[in-house]
């Protein structure tokens, strides 16, 4: 298992440095830089102490280097002028159109962005297990079309439209506010109990609809695990044998098809992640979509690069833990992985 | 056979009177003679054929693909009319019944009234004025796939009268004229994006799995890298980065091949899997040692024995493809009018005062939500029907 998990985390970090390059290479796939923007609109206007502010930043940040040298200062492989340490130091770098360092920029935005997708993550699960149990166990059965059929629904509906029409009649028929993942007076307050409370309280719409789309792939994959195992002969003998309905199903089936759910961790990270994005900008939630949406269109390269390594690193790491949760749950992944190396 | 033996005594001699055939047991009925000896794609039809729902969305899909050949001619108007006089008019409602007489299907006219509390215009139906609706007649002219002219339309408004089965925008431009000419964009940008992502996935699966080894490592690692990128905020930077001075067209093109980019590793897996198995079958080694390159072996002798399965998996994807269009549409990265599909509707719909005001903005969304669910349920139907084990 020690062997496994280092090797793991070994995969782990040329796969990041790649993500990286890959990130940085699409921020700054646009012509120009935010700088080169606004040295052109201050030169019409002829504002002297802010050109050579700006000149200024752009010597610190290194953007008057090629690109891979610009790369590497991010990172933090390559020392920058100026103290400016790279991602590797921690250092998210420089917002230009907010003025301040990314990580001040960002403040708990990151934080909120793991608590929703985490969030949906376990609500994904809590809703898709027992649909899907029961929809396996009552095969064709009026529960089975039905639920399955709920499931299509909240796939094909997308995101944006029902955040938009559940926030209407959450406004209308509860009364909530509209939008945000918390009430406007916490904003920029340190976290405390109330802070945590009110975001509790909004939290649900966008948990909601950003789960629906992934629970029905979830639901049938799990359905269709489980009625494979319910078809084996060992469930056959078991249940010839009189054990009851639920223990034997509880014990031995239910544990076989639960190894695809936990492998789907995976693949249900990259679409949650994907889903929050939207429906955070819909909803106008604090968390990393509205500003990496924002960044991108302003250039804004470090600012929406570490927002983007920021999601791609979540992603990671989750794939990351469902690998090893599925090695601690079944023994035969660890050993077939290591003698195919 | 059917005579019982009276109790205790002895069973009756019994000899079939029919003549005796000795290969009965093997003879197949006709039934199964032809199953025998249908081709591959024919036994995968009569399969797909015994699923229902499957069945119902391959013709809705291929209505709504029919569709696109004929916008133009469908929709009551042209993509650009404005009809200023008729700005965010709610929906008209058909009806055959005028008073209890028979009319034939017609609208009421709308009726205008200012609102002075809430400052709005607001169109109600006018019970006085009836219009039917004119069938095969001459509208709006158009250019039919911008060649051939001509002014035909379906169905037409009365003269001079109005027809909006699904209200006006803001503009004052028909909802479901729109909504038509939409089709055209959506519908195919999933169908381009497909054949992408089914070239990246076909060439890189199979160099993949014919090969193996380091190659197979380095292909199998940088899937596993492109799967662990969320999709959406990746389109949003890719197309963030598409020149702003490109042509709708060249966008167009540029927001479909986003799409299928990263879509690929799914299939390049699958791809790689059946390669790795089927290479070791006798006849990929009898094709190689006659001398076939690699090229010919992939593509003429392995790829053909799973062509269903792609083909099935690739329906699969469709819908997410046409999803993605519309949020990135919605979000304003993707296609920008005057190039209209059911995202750059739906970016209309933007915020909560349509939910509120103006409902009708939002109803293409039912045109994608019928088209993904219909793709979802014909791509479940042919997976079942290309699995050969069932």
């Known amino acids: ?341 | 056979m059917s005579a019982t033996a009276p109790p205790g005594g002895r069973l009756e001699h019994y000899v079939s009177p029919e003549p005796f055939e000795p290969l009965a047991a093997e003879t197949l009925t006709p039934e199964q003679e032809r199953f025998y000896r249908a081709s591959a794609w024919r036994i995968m039809w009569w399969k797909f054929r015994r699923h229902r729902i499957a069945l119902i969305s391959a013709a809705v899909l291929l209505a709504f693909y029919a569709s696109i050949l004929v916008s133009e001619f469908l929709a009551p108007y042209n993509l650009h009319t404005r009809d200023t006089r008729h700005i965010y008019a709610p929906p008209q409602e058909v009806h055959l019944f005028h008073e209890g007489r028979f009319v034939g299907p017609f609208v009421y006219g709308y009726s205008m009234e200012l609102n002075l509390q809430t400052m709005r215009r607001e169109f109600v139906p006018n019970p006085a004025k009836v219009q039917p609706l004119r069938f095969f007649c001459r509208g709006d002219g158009y250019q039919l796939w911008g060649l051939v002219e001509g002014d035909l339309h379906l169905v037409c408004p009365a003269q001079g009268g109005t027809f909006f089965p699904f209200g006006t925008d803001r503009l004052g431009r028909d909802m479901l004229s729109r909504i038509l000419y939409g089709t055209r964009i959506s519908l195919t940008v999933g169908l381009v994006g497909i054949a992408v992502s089914f070239l990246i996935g076909i060439v890189l699966g199979g160099i993949s799995g014919f090969y193996g080894g380091w190659v197979d490592n380095v292909i199998q690692r940088f899937i596993e890298m492109v799967r662990s990128f969320p999709e959406l905020p990746l389109w949003m930077a890719l197309s963030a980065a598409l020149p702003v001075n490109w042509s709708p067209v060249l966008v167009y093109f540029g927001i479909t091949i986003i799409l299928g980019l990263l879509d690929w590793p799914g299939l390049a897996r699958a791809v790689r899997s059946k390669l790795l198995a089927l290479r070791e079958e006798d006849f990929a080694t009898a094709a190689v040692l006659m001398g076939a390159t690699p090229g010919r072996v992939i593509g003429r002798h392995l790829l053909p024995s799973f062509t269903s399965h792609l083909i099935a998996s690739l329906t699969l994807s469709v819908p997410s493809m046409i999803l993605g269009e519309t949020a990135l549409s919605f979000l304003g990265l993707g296609l920008r009018p005057p190039v209209t599909s059911w995202g750059v509707l739906l970016n209309e719909a933007q915020n909560i005062n349509v939910v509120a005001l103006y409902p009708w903005l939002m109803l293409p969304v039912v045109p994608v939500f019928v088209v993904v669910l219909a793709f979802n349920f014909f791509g479940d139907g042919l997976r079942d029907a290309a699995d050969p084990y069932k």
């Open chain 1, 1 to 341: 298992m020690l062997t496994y998990t280092v090797r793991r985390i070994l995969i782990m970090i040329p796969t990041l440095l790649v993500i990286s390059f890959i990130t940085f290479s699409i921020v700054k796939l646009p012509p120009g830089d935010f700088l080169s923007n606004q040295i052109a609109e201050l030169k019409s206007q002829g504002d002297k102490a802010a050109l050579e502010r700006v000149e200024f930043l752009r010597k610190q940040f290194g953007l008057d280097k090629p690109f891979v040298e610009q790369y590497a200062v991010w990172v933090g492989l390559w020392p920058a002028e100026r103290g400016f340490s790279g991602l590797l130091q921690g250092d998210w770098g420089w917002s230009f159109e907010h003025d301040l360092p990314v990580g001040e920029v960002v403040g708990d935005r990151m934080l909120l962005s793991f608590i929703l997708n985490f969030s949906v993550v376990l609500f994904t699960w809590a809703v898709a297990f027992p649909i899907g149990v029961y929809a396996a166990t009552h095969q064709y059965s009026w529960g089975d079309h039905g639920l399955t059929l709920l499931g299509y629904v909240g796939l094909a509906t997308p995101n944006f439209l029902f955040a938009l029409v559940l926030m209407y009649f959450a406004n209308v028929q509860f009364g909530l506010a509209i939008g945000g993942i918390m009430g406007p007076e916490y904003l920029d307050q340190p976290w405390s109990l109330a802070k945590a409370g009110s975001v509790l309280s909004h939290l649900w719409i966008p948990v909601i609809v950003i789960g629906t789309s992934g629970t029905a792939a979830m639901i049938r994959r799990l359905r269709a695990n489980l009625l494979d195992e319910l078809q084996k002969q060992y469930v056959v003998t078991a249940r010839a044998k009189g054990m009851p309905q639920f223990r034997l199903l509880v014990k031995y089936p239910l544990r076989m098809a639960l190894n695809p759910f936990v492998a789907d961790i995976g693949n249900l990270l990259p679409s949650v992640i994907s889903g929050s994005a939207i429906v955070a900008v819909v909803l106008s939630l604090q968390t990393s979509g509205p500003m990496l949406l924002e960044a991108l269109r302003s250039q804004d390269q470090y600012l929406a690069g570490s927002f983007l390594m920021f999601l791609a690193l979540l992603t990671v790491l989750g794939m990351f833990i469902s690998d090893l949760l599925l090695a601690a749950l079944d023994p035969r992944i660890r050993l077939t992985g290591g003698a195919a190396k």
